[in-house]
């Protein structure tokens, strides 16, 4: 029997961080604590960037453009889309949604959906570093175990990936 488990040791690894500014009152406990989290595990600040975009919803474009460059192992996606009167939250999280998981599945990167859908803002402020932790540091602490497992796991093989690509357009 072959058992592949993630760990949470990094060498050298590349982190992008896509963060939205909508709700920055709680995005930014959630980057503190992503950043908070590469320090403890020992990323060099200098295999981390970091990219705003305007909101949720723009998130999964920027992932995508971070992922499909070769220079990260590993895409962390943080943002905050709390409900409203309206409707406008069931597409903002569902697009974000599917978009974030869209990138893992279309590039290979390990895209992390570190995207709170709340009820309140309190309930944000809590996710983002006080009652509840913070979900930053955890969606580091699955970036880190993630990049580690696709490591351990065989490599895909180049010409069924080329075939399937090709089937696919």
Known sequence: MHEYIGKLQQHNMRIGIVVSRFNELITRGLLQGALEGLQRYGVDDDNITVAWVPGAHEIPLVAKRLAQSGQFDSIVCLGAVIRGATTHFDYVAGNSASGVNQVALDTGVPVIFGILTLETIEQGLERAGSKAGNKGFE???????????????????????????????
């Open 139 to 169: 969606a580091i602490q699955a970036a880190i175990e993630m990049v580690d497992l696709l490591n351990q796991l065989p490599k895909p093989d180049a010409a069924a990936t080329k075939l399937k690509a090709m089937v696919q357009h």
